[in-house]
């Protein structure tokens, strides 16, 4: 069945569904290098897989890098960035 004309102006009418991220629900990943960069003095191997998390200001909360570790088990490493308690914004760690 096809749509009539008043349907279709109605539904372009419509406003986009906002995305956690522009509702400040979550915090956008924002990768420090993009894959095949290469190691490089300005591109150092310590900044590869780091991941920003900005929040809906544009502010980095934390910075999350995964590694595995000699033994071969992997770490998840969180730097926050935000606040201390009490303040408007600050950290929860969940596990």
């Known amino acids: 069945m096809t749509q009539s004309h008043a349907e279709t102006e109605t539904t372009a009418e419509q406003p986009a569904e906002l995305s956690p991220y522009d509702t400040g629900a979550r915090c956008e990943p924002r990768v420090w290098l993009p894959y095949g960069t290469e190691v490089t003095p300005t591109t150092p191997a310590e900044n ?15 910075v999350v890098l995964v590694e595995r570790g ?26």
């Open 48 to 62: 590869f897989g780091k991941v920003d998390f900005d929040d809906d200001e544009g502010s980095t909360v934390c």
């Open 70 to 95: 000699k033994d071969g088990v992997h770490t998840v490493r969180v730097d926050p960035l935000c606040a201390d308690e009490g303040s408007a914004s600050s950290c929860v760690y969940e596990t």
